[in-house]
């Protein structure tokens, strides 16, 4: 029932704010509405949400504000992730051990990010688009190290459900969260990735960076809140809000079952291909 009831209500609630919308609106709600379906998919898939929903923002024309878009995908994440990240519960895509350690670290790091980015534009060190470029560059680094890894056939055997190095997945979360934190993306992407790095299953990795998601992102929001300089400047589009919301909620449940019948090489190659080939064009233009 849910995954037929629950893409339908999105789609009434996307068309009946088009139609109330102005005409001026109409594209980008549609657009943004396809960007949106997509991030929702590939999240509970293969584990990437604001990585494909911040660089399909920044596509919308007219141009959507970067700041906006990072704002409104850690907003939007604290509301539709615990759907993706119950079902993956349920189908046993999920470790507490890996789940732990990746909220102590994403927590901390999310947290931090929206204030050292508030600090950096404020002082002129570095632009909106210089962030972007930083965090679209750890994303193509790690990337390129999975697929080499893999290519080699380093990646080795999945590690026991139990042997989940604590200090190492902390850290993982920190980098991922700290990332998130700055620019709204980069928790999947660099996050999951170096999971798979630690050889930690894929569908595990998924399931539980999912579930610790929930609260980085809810730590992230906290920390816009709080830092005023974070929100300086934001041009919001608010007629965006329910496609966003509506457009992620719609494709979950499919999602997570679409990942729980993908193979572990399948799913990595997905993953790494996917987040490259959406920060090549930040990298490459900065926003």
Not at 93 to 107: C, E, M, Q, S, T
Not at 168 to 188: H, P, Q
Not at 211 to 226: G, T
């Amino acid at each position: 029932i849910a995954v037929i009831a629950i893409p339908v209500l999105c789609l009434l609630a996307i068309v009946a704010t088009a139609v109330v919308a102005p005409a001026s609106e109409r594209p980008p709600i549609f657009f943004a509405s396809v960007v949106a379906i997509v991030a929702g998919l590939s999240s509970t898939a293969i584990g990437v949400y604001g990585g494909v929903l911040v660089p399909g923002l920044l596509l919308i024309r007219p141009p959507i504000d970067p700041l906006f878009a990072a704002a409104i995908s850690l907003f939007l994440q604290v509301l539709v992730i615990p759907i993706g990240a119950g079902t993956h519960y349920r189908l046993g895509n999920f470790n507490r051990r890996l789940a732990l350690p990746l909220i102590i670290g994403g927590v901390a790091g999310s947290f931090v990010g929206p204030f050292v980015s508030g600090y950096l534009r404020g002082q002129a060190i570095l632009s909106k688009d210089d962030i972007a470029r930083v965090v679209a560059g750890m994303i193509v680094i790690v990337g390129i190290l999975v697929l080499t890894t893999l290519r080699m056939g380093k990646l080795g055997a999945v590690r026991d459900e139990k042997d989940v190095p604590f200090g190492r997945v902390t850290g993982i979360g920190g980098v991922a969260g700290f990332a998130s934190g700055i620019s709204g993306a980069g928790w999947g992407p660099i996050g999951v990735k170096l999971l798979i790095l630690t050889r930690i299953d894929p569908r595990q990795a998924i399931g539980s960076s999912l579930f610790a998601r929930v609260f980085m992102a809810a730590a992230a929001v906290a920390a816009y809140i709080i830092s005023a300089s974070a929100f300086k400047g934001i041009v919001a589009d608010w007629w965006l809000i329910v496609p966003l919301f509506a457009g992620s909620i719609a494709p979950m449940i499919p999602g997570a079952f679409l990942v729980s019948r993908m193979s572990r090489e399948r799913a990595t190659i997905g993953i790494t291909v996917l987040s490259i080939s959406l920060a090549l064009p930040t990298l490459i233009f900065g926003h």
